[in-house]
């Protein structure tokens, strides 16, 4: 090649790499998450050991639970604790092990190839006694897109079912909220608070004695217009099933407190949410639901990404424990949390 031949190659190689990676990387959030599923390739079984139940709640592990109720092959999960020097991953729910370090099998000989993965999808203020677990995982698992293995409660997919999605007109009131456990230090108190001042909330949960069964919850819910999403911690990601579920499964709008608008705007359908930071007063913030309530046209603009997009629930253990199969291929075999602390804190 003569000199100016092999510049305008190169150049054509940087041009390419360049749309290449940029294109790469304009598949942030939902489509990329998408991506990660098509990339699972199983040659052999992958072995997943469930160290301990979170909360104390135990379910059948009996056959092969990843391919019978989630489809996916070649991951085999056990609880059964004899069987860790075969296991390709262990995982350990943060909640036990916090107050008892002593569940770890620290005394055990570990495999080499063997991972172990800490697990919590708590937000960082219930996640005590990190400093202690410095320098024994190798992998973190949580709602957190940058977790090793990212289990969000609930993810956004592209591909709607093609349907106009009409909210029904008949609600009874304007806005709910299920609050089990107030703290009136916590940041959504105070919103409450005050918003209520301007506009009339239903509260149910245990806190206002008036817990809802599984049953009635999205019924409940879904006799107002708006739901307060609101998280009981704002910490990076930390989107919980007050949106996924309490509100989208129940077909209001959800009005959303927890991380930044850009985090929502990454994660949740486009135009399916109000940020309460959008509104400089919990008034102004009044004033807007009211003018919503007042035009249907307006309020049912919220429900418009149902037909480009849909919603996916992440909400069993089962189900975030196959996952690791799914995303194992992609994950950084050497690693470890030498300061476990420090990461769940970023
Ligand atoms: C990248 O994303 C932007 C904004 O979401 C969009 O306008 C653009 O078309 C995308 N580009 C490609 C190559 O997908
Ligand atoms: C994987 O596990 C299944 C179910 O236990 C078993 O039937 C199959 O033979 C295993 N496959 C490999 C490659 O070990
Ligand atoms: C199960 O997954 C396989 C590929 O892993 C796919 O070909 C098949 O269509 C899936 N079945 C269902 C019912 O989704
Ligand atoms: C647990 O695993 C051990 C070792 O593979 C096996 O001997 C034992 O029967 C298993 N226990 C149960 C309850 O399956
Ligand atoms: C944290 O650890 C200490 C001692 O290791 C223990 O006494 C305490 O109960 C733990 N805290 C929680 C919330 O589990
Ligand atoms: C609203 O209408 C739907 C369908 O007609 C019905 O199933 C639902 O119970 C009604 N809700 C209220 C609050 O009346
Ligand atoms: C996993 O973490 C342990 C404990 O820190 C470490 O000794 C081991 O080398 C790590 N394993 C891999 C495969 O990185």
């Avoid at 092969?64 to 995982?91: E, F, M, Q, R």
């Avoid at 996916?312 to 950084?332: A, N």
Wanted: hydrophobic residues 40%.
């Amino acid at each position: 090649m003569t000199p100016s031949v092999s510049r305008v190659f190169l150049l054509l190689l940087l041009f390419s790499l360049l749309t290449s990676s940029l294109l790469y990387f304009n598949l942030s959030g939902p489509t990329l998450s998408l991506l990660k599923h098509q990339q699972h390739v199983p040659k052999r079984n992958i072995s997943i050991l469930l160290w301990h139940w979170p909360f104390g709640r135990s379910f059948r592990l009996r056959g092969d639970k990843c391919l019978s109720k989630y489809n996916i092959s070649g991951c085999l999960l056990s609880d059964n604790t004899s069987t860790l020097p075969a296991a390709d991953v262990v995982v350990f729910h943060h909640q036990e092990l916090s107050g008892d370090h002593s569940l770890l099998p620290l005394h055990r000989d570990r495999p080499a190839s063997q991972h172990w993965v800490w697990m919590s999808m708590e937000p960082p203020i219930n996640n005590v006694n990190l400093s202690q677990l410095n320098g024994l995982f190798n992998w973190t698992m949580s709602y957190r897109r940058d977790a090793d293995i990212s289990v969000p409660y609930g993810q956004t997919l592209l591909g709607g079912d093609g349907h106009v999605f009409t909210p029904a007109p008949n609600r009874s009131c304007l806005v709910s909220w299920v609050v089990s456990r107030y703290h009136p230090k916590q940041a959504r108190s105070a919103v409450y608070q005050s918003l209520k001042k301007y506009v009339p909330i239903q509260v149910y949960g245990r806190w206002n004695k008036r817990p809802l069964s599984e049953r009635k919850l999205l019924p409940t819910i879904s006799k107002c217009l708006f739901y307060l999403s609101f998280e009981n911690s704002e910490a990076t990601d930390y989107i919980s099933e007050k949106l996924w579920r309490n509100a989208f499964q129940a077909g209001v709008v959800p009005v959303v407190l927890g991380p930044r608008k850009a985090t929502y705007e990454a994660l949740a359908p486009p135009g399916s949410f109000i940020h309460v930071s959008d509104f400089r007063s919990t008034a102004g913030l009044a004033a807007y639901l009211k003018h919503v309530a007042a035009d249907m046209k307006e309020y049912e603009k919220f429900f418009q990404w149902h037909q480009t997009h849909r919603i996916k629930t992440y909400t069993h253990w089962i189900e975030r424990l196959c996952q690791i199969c799914v995303q194992y291929p992609s994950l950084k075999p050497n690693k470890v949390y030498e300061h476990l602390e420090d990461w769940v804190h970023s």
